[in-house]
């Protein structure tokens, strides 16, 4: 929600709670997503990266099935 990416934006890459709020569509949002995920494709780095965080995991399968 648009509150919680206020108080941890600087944690945080994206914020898509304007489709929600109805001040952004879906389109319009992921449009917005899929650029900021091309640039980082192409080298920028996330916040977590900029802050030395380059870990990653990833389940194997469900935990919680």
Request: with cysteine; net charge negative.
């Amino acid at each position: 929600n648009a509150e919680t990416y206020q108080i941890m934006n600087d944690n945080m890459d994206f914020d898509a709670s304007a489709i929600v709020a109805g001040k952004a569509s879906v389109a319009e949002t992921g449009e917005a997503l899929f650029k900021l995920f091309m640039e980082v494709v192409n080298g920028k780095k996330t916040k977590a990266e900029v802050y030395g965080f380059n870990e990653m995991s990833m389940a194997r399968k469900c935990n919680f099935c």
